[in-house]
């Protein structure tokens, strides 16, 4: 067993690093291979989702690739029923 003063030093350190540990970054886009890994759909019947609007994204002039908001893959974990793959 540790001594008291021991661990109360031990239980002050974690504490600090608890407090200054890095935070996740939340992404604020997602590639339709990534949202399709998070929503457990194939890539694509996320890209014909949306290109058929169903799924709100951006899709980029210069790539052609659709980007997906983190805010629109919530959107859509919350109606997982409306979004069946097929």
Do not use: H
Request: charged share 35%; proline share 5%; glycine share 4%.
């Amino acid at each position: 067993m540790l001594p008291d003063e021991l661990r109360m030093r031990l239980d002050r350190i974690e504490k600090l690093i608890t407090e200054i540990a890095p935070t996740p970054i939340q992404r604020k886009f997602y590639s339709t291979a990534e949202a399709a890994k998070r929503l457990g759909l194939s890539k694509w019947y996320v890209r014909r989702l949306c290109a058929t609007g169903e799924i709100l994204a951006e899709k980029q002039p210069e790539s052609g690739r659709f980007l997906i908001s983190a805010n629109e893959i919530e959107r859509i974990e919350t109606r997982r029923d409306a979004l069946e793959d097929s």
